[in-house]
């Protein structure tokens, strides 16, 4: 399978810092997305990790390890508007999206 | 960056009857488009991958009869469907991927904002 593990839920506090963990199996792996989902509203693109290491893109980092099957994103500086459901989705052989279940992040005052 | 639209933003049908929602690349053109469905607090399901110019191929629990899907052009796919029940009530998102030359280049998936159905 493809199975794709994050958390359910996280709660931070405004300013801080927080790591959104993300594994996933390795056989047909292509890249590894994260995209961030207001409810009722569509996912919109964070970023895009095919390579190892660290992509960094303002308050936004997303890292990943091929040979781990893992990923993380970091959010620094974190704002109330930063509340919001974290989607981690493997992109697979043939160029199709797995989602994981998403992680609900709570920024609180 | 690349728009993805669709119609309805929202739509309220009775049991039975059939819903069509459309999605539309704005500002580029798509051969391949996808559609999810998400159920609340829940993440997003593939459905189906819809290519221009040939049938869709459906993801294993999803029926095909019921969900049809057409892509006549390289910039609208619509989904329809059919004699709809409460238990089709979700949220249903499009997404478009660019093939500039054939070939992606980032592999980027743009989503559509949605389509809210409920089923009385």
């Known amino acids: ?109 | 960056g690349a728009v993805v639209s669709q119609h309805p933003s929202w739509v309220i049908c009775k049991s039975g009857t059939s819903v069509k929602i459309e999605c539309r690349s704005l500002d580029f053109q798509a051969t391949t488009m996808f559609w999810y469905r998400q159920f609340p607090k829940q993440s997003l399901m593939l459905m189906a991958t819809s290519n221009e110019g040939s049938k869709a191929t459906y993801e294993q629990g999803v029926e095909k009869d019921k969900f049809l899907i057409n892509h006549a052009s390289l910039t609208l796919s619509t989904l329809t469907v059919t004699s709809a029940h409460p238990e089709d009530s979700s949220f249903y998102i499009c997404s478009a991927r660019e093939l500039p030359g054939g070939q992606p280049i980032t592999d980027t998936q743009y989503f559509g904002p949605g389509t809210r159905l409920t089923v009385l």
């Not at chain 1, 493809?2 to 839920?9: A, G, S």
């Open chain 1, 1 to 109: 399978g493809q199975n794709i593990d994050q958390p359910t839920e996280m709660t931070a506090t405004e300013g801080a810092i927080v790591q959104i963990n993300c594994t996933y199996q390795t056989s047909g792996f292509n890249g590894l997305f994260w995209y961030q989902q207001h409810a009722g509203e569509a996912p919109t693109f964070l970023s895009y990790n095919v390579l190892d290491g660290l992509e960094e893109k303002g308050r936004f980092s997303s890292f990943l390890s091929r040979s781990k099957g893992y990923s993380y994103l970091l959010l620094k500086e974190l704002q109330m508007k930063d509340s919001a459901s974290y989607l981690c989705a493997r992109n697979n052989a043939g160029n199709m999206l797995t989602f994981g279940g998403g992680t609900r992040l709570m920024v609180k005052p």
